[in-house]
């Protein structure tokens, strides 16, 4: 089963650990999928929308193109050289 980083989404910063303090507007989740209707499904299936915490109809749905200096294990990945001039590797 894959696990996707997930958290709460804060108005301000937490002035303690204690959850109780936090000023929540919402939640995140990061996911890899092939479609719109593919990122749905997971979000259904998920423990927070099964127990009413998230609101799938109305989830707020957007591409993200994160980048990381080495690529993710089964991503397909190309190193470039050329117009680098660190020498490390661009996607």
Same mark, same amino acid.
């Given at each position: ?24 507007? @919402? ?24 127990? @009413? ?33 660190? @020498?490390?590797?661009?996607?």
């Amino acid at each position: 089963m894959l696990t996707y980083p997930k958290g709460a989404v804060l108005s301000e910063p937490p002035t303690s650990d204690d959850p109780k303090t936090f000023k929540f507007a @919402g939640s995140t989740i990061v996911l890899v999928a092939e479609s719109r209707d593919e990122v749905i499904q997971i979000l259904k299936d998920d423990v927070y929308a099964q127990k @009413g915490v998230w609101d799938v109809d109305n989830a707020q749905i957007w591409p993200f193109k994160c980048a990381f200096r080495f690529p993710v294990p089964g991503q397909q990945y190309q190193q470039k050289h050329q117009n680098n001039l660190e @020498g490390s590797p661009t996607m």
